[in-house]
């Protein structure tokens, strides 16, 4: 049974590479993306509840980060200052624009009150220029649930590196 599975080092080296080029290219896409769109993440997953009805959790938000204005109304990805984790929230006010720097207040759809208690200590508003990732240009619905799954279930993420594991060295050409 065990016999099927030795690989000679040529097979062994070739299955390795293959490997090697399927991250390399899923890597350059990412890469290409985030130069096309002008954004670090062009791509998130909604983790709250904070914009239903218009988000739910687990969608998958496509990002856009090349125009220079804002408008009051639209949803924007911003990251607070120290913090890693990306917000998707609604512009509800603006400051600034043309000589003056942009500057937005943002309130998630399903919260009360805005967001300045969710911004850095002393930041009362969101700088268009460095705080914004992007605004949401498109959507898929309920996709992001596998990114949420594997965050909140990391026994997972063991499990399902190990498929592939499996399927590499499994797999003949």
């Not at 062009?42 to 990002?63: K, T």
């Not at 609604?90 to 600034?96: A, I, L």
């Not at 967001?115 to 914004?132: H, K, V």
């Amino acid at each position: 049974m065990f016999s099927t599975l030795t690989l000679h080092p040529r097979q062994a080296l070739t299955q390795v590479l293959n490997f090697a080029l399927i991250l390399s290219t899923a890597f350059m896409l990412w890469k290409g993306l985030s130069v096309t769109t002008n954004s670090p993440s062009p791509i998130v997953v909604v983790l709250s509840g904070s914009m239903e009805p218009a988000f739910q959790r687990g969608d998958l938000l496509f990002l856009w980060n090349r125009g220079a204005d804002t408008r009051i109304g639209e949803v924007v990805v911003y990251n607070v200052r120290g913090k890693d984790i990306p917000i998707v929230h609604r512009v509800v006010r603006k400051f600034g624009g043309g000589a003056k720097p942009l500057r937005l207040l943002t309130k998630g759809d399903n919260n009360l009150a805005d967001d300045t208690e969710l911004y850095a200590r002393g930041q009362d508003y969101l700088e268009r220029s460095g705080d914004i990732i992007g605004s949401v240009k498109g959507y898929v619905p309920f996709v992001g649930y596998v990114t949420i799954m594997l965050s909140e279930h990391p026994w997972l993420k063991t499990v399902m590196l190990g498929l592939m594991g499996a399927m590499v060295v499994l797999q003949r050409e």
